[in-house]
């Protein structure tokens, strides 16, 4: 399988608990590399903009208003098929769902305060890189 890139965030909820190193484990552990990251406070437009594939969702206000009301950490996760490895790490959106140690089994509050974002397909992961990440930020 190639070395992809995915984009990842470490939502409000799992910051605020002081969860970024418990997370970045279970990532780093599965293979995946943060070749880049920071912590961001997001902006609604940001926010809005970035979840603008769902504002036609019933939940689309609920999510950004999470999204914006503490800091996250936005990072790019390189690896061996990178983009579905990282959807396996995080686990199923509803917690209830989600499989025995993924990060969202382990420490995800709700559907909604989820604990993480992942990248769904190579388009969107290259997309959403963009989104946060100029080249040079990149290093590898
Ligand atoms: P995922 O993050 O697993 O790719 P989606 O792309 O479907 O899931 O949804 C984006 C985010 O919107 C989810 O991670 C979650 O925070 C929120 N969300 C999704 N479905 C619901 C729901 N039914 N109720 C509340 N929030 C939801
Ligand atoms: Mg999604």
């Given at each position: 399988m190639a070395i992809e890139r995915t984009f990842s965030i470490i939502k409000p909820?799992?910051?605020?608990?002081?969860?970024i190193?418990?997370?970045?484990t279970k990532f780093e552990d599965a293979g995946l590399?943060?070749?880049?990251?920071?912590?961001?406070?997001?902006?609604?437009?940001?926010?809005?903009?970035?979840y603008g594939v769902h504002k036609d969702r019933p939940f689309f206000?609920?999510?950004v208003e999470q999204m914006i009301a503490s800091p996250v950490v936005v990072q790019v996760?390189?690896?061996?098929?990178?983009?579905?490895?990282?959807?396996?790490v995080?686990?199923?959106t509803n917690p209830a769902n989600a499989a025995e140690?993924?990060?969202?089994?382990?420490?995800?509050l709700?559907?909604?305060?989820?604990?993480?974002?992942?990248?769904?397909?190579?388009?969107?992961?290259?997309r959403e890189i963009k989104f946060f990440f100029n080249d040079d930020e990149l290093v590898g």
């Open positions: 909820d799992a910051v605020r608990r002081n969860l190193g418990k997370i970045l590399r943060p070749i880049a990251l920071k912590k961001i406070h997001m902006t609604r437009a940001r926010a809005e903009g970035f206000g609920e999510l996760l390189e690896g061996e098929g990178a983009i579905l490895k990282n959807r396996d995080m686990g199923a140690g993924t990060i969202r089994k382990e420490f995800a709700s559907i909604g305060e989820n604990s993480v974002h992942g990248s769904d397909a190579p388009e969107t992961a290259a």
